[in-house]
């Protein structure tokens, strides 16, 4: 049924699909309703019969033949792909070519054009819209990341006005201590001069006063000091400092103040959607081993072990039913260990891109990071409690919750403790999820989450539109599908736990199944990652973290 038709089946005008119809061109076979025939009648190009719809004809319009004017061509020659006359198959050139009726043509090549039809509405025209609203959102985070740009060489020149400034001081200050050594040194020789010249003055006073007197002793006893004063004091040499700056051309100083890459613009080659026949064949992903492998199993430690993250490829942080989070190794070594800073369970963890731990308080509310052992509260909550966090790759956190009184579920973004987006109901004011749980971003930027509830996997794109959900694949299983960790690698898998089945899915990301991993002691696998390498690690209720090489 039409999207827009009532229960009745009402059927709209072709070309507003808006109104229901009323009238039927019979040259070009379409319908119109009344506000459309005049618009399609203005065409005078053809030569257009326009009947009502209820006196439309039913009787096919055979094309006429090209080669013979007076007959139509009521046969249809498959080696050649085109209709015919009946004087054409009976020519050299139809002459044991494999014939049909046209009408029985007609209808097949009728069912194609359905196909195409749903397609094109269903899946494919959908996508264009989702990437004209792709492109909106990235234009309307210019002015944010490349204000951010501006923010950050504005920094860097305040580290370098910072720095120039501190060195010009230590100059001066150094250029002031070496001028007050000279000047004491100056002084001091000044005092050496004119203490020699006191006593001069002294003695010039003496001899003056022998000289003029008769006193016979004075002369005698009077001793010569001019020898002395002929070596004249020393005189304080000072070589001045100088100030040498080194040869500094702009390409050096644009290095010492940083780089900034080019911007580059260029097209990728665009997806190609699957058409409905190939996704039935794709189910075998080339990079997908046959048989994943099992690599490790670490003990934890823990009771009720419920999540796990990825530092490294060696290293993961993993939670359990109390207030300790543990960094271990492939051995299960307790590297290091972090208690929460209320004493609550944590509900979730997740490590940001510069490997900071960030976890989920659920009780009071809140989400905190922790960095160099210290933990920091950046999001407070008030009506909502945070359920699941992941880390993305705008360095984003993207939070699940769910209200105080248990109704309502939804997905929020967050920049630092500034709230960026909220994901919680669709174009028609339908809530996207019943009860968000896990929560991943896809290597396209699409949101997967696990919604407890509805038991399925919710994906929107990054403006927080619908793109699909997975409700399982059908096969026999124990239980009903039951998501509950999810996690995404490079090839923009996606992978989910199905905790009662003990299995992992594997979908593209479009939402088809792959495959499934399953065995290896998965026993209620919970929590999920892949570290940078595509290895998956799941969480087991047996408090085991098994490593599993899948691609």
């Not at 097949?108 to 025209?125: A, G, T, V, Y």
């Not at 200050?173 to 002294?202: F, G, V, W």
């Not at 997908?288 to 003990?299: G, K, N, Q, T, W």
């Not at 239980?479 to 593209?508: C, K, M, W």
Request: proline share 4%; glycine share 4%.
């Amino acid at each position: 049924m039409h999207p827009r038709r009532s229960a009745q089946d009402v059927l709209l005008c072709d070309l507003c699909e808006t109104i229901p119809l009323q009238s039927h061109c019979e040259l070009c076979q379409i319908n119109l309703c009344v506000n459309c025939v005049g618009k399609h009648l203005s065409d005078s190009s053809q030569k257009h019969n326009v009947v009502p719809f209820l006196h439309k004809s039913t009787t096919p319009i055979y094309p006429k033949c090209p080669k013979h004017a007076a007959k139509h061509c009521e046969i249809y020659c498959e080696n050649c792909d085109i209709p015919v006359c009946i004087t054409c198959v009976t020519s050299d050139e139809h002459r044991g070519h494999k014939i049909s009726d046209v009408l029985e043509k007609l209808k097949s090549k009728k069912d194609d054009l359905k196909n195409d039809l749903e397609e094109l509405k269903s899946r494919i025209f959908p996508r264009y819209e989702e990437m004209s609203s792709d492109v909106e959102t990235e234009k309307a985070e210019l002015e944010t990341n490349y204000g951010k740009l501006s923010t950050a060489a504005d920094q860097q020149g305040e580290i370098l006005h910072r720095e120039i400034t501190a060195i010009v001081n230590k100059r001066k200050s150094d250029i002031a201590e070496m001028k007050n050594k000279h000047l004491a040194a100056l002084n001091k020789n000044k005092d050496e001069i004119t203490n020699k010249i006191t006593e001069l003055r002294q003695i010039i006073q003496d001899l003056k006063k022998i000289l003029g007197s008769n006193d016979v002793s004075l002369t005698f006893t009077f001793k010569s000091r001019n020898s002395e004063f002929r070596s004249l004091p020393p005189k304080v040499r000072v070589s001045l400092p100088s100030f040498s700056p080194p040869k500094m051309n702009k390409g050096q100083l644009n290095e010492m103040f940083g780089s900034l890459s080019s911007l580059s613009l260029t097209k990728e080659h665009g997806d190609t959607m699957k058409s409905p026949e190939a996704v039935s064949s794709a189910q075998s992903v080339r990079p997908l081993l046959d048989e994943p492998r099992f690599s490790a199993s670490i003990d934890t430690g823990h009771t009720g072990l419920r999540n796990v993250s990825c530092l490294s490829e060696d290293e993961v942080w993993t939670r359990g039913n109390n207030e300790i989070i543990k960094l271990l190794n492939l051995q299960g070594k307790l590297l290091t260990s972090i208690r929460t800073k209320s004493g609550n369970t944590p509900r979730d963890i997740s490590v940001t891109r510069d490997g900071d731990l960030v976890y989920t308080d659920y009780e009071n509310k809140t989400v905190n990071i922790v960095k160099n052992q210290q933990i920091r509260t950046v999001i407070t909550l008030q009506g909502w409690r945070p359920l699941n966090v992941c880390s993305t790759s705008f360095d984003d956190l993207l939070v699940t919750m769910i209200s105080d009184d248990e109704t309502q579920s939804k997905v929020v973004r967050y920049s630092g403790s500034t709230e960026k987006q909220s994901i919680q109901f669709d174009d028609r004011g339908r809530p996207f999820y019943s009860s968000a749980r896990y929560i991943s971003e896809n290597k396209n930027l699409d949101i997967c989450v696990s919604d407890y509830k509805a038991k399925s996997i919710v994906v929107v794109n990054q403006s927080g539109k619908l793109r699909f959900r997975y409700t399982g694949h059908p096969s026999n299983t124990k239980e009903s599908f039951n998501p509950v960790g999810i996690t995404t690698d490079s090839q923009s898998h996606i992978l989910t736990a199905d905790y009662y089945n003990d299995r992992i899915h594997i979908l593209d990301q479009d939402g088809q199944f792959l495959r499934y991993i399953q065995n290896y002691d998965l026993w209620r696998p919970c929590g999920l990652c892949v570290d940078i390498r595509n290895n998956l690690f799941v969480a087991n209720v047996d408090n085991k973290v098994k490593k599993i090489q899948y691609l």
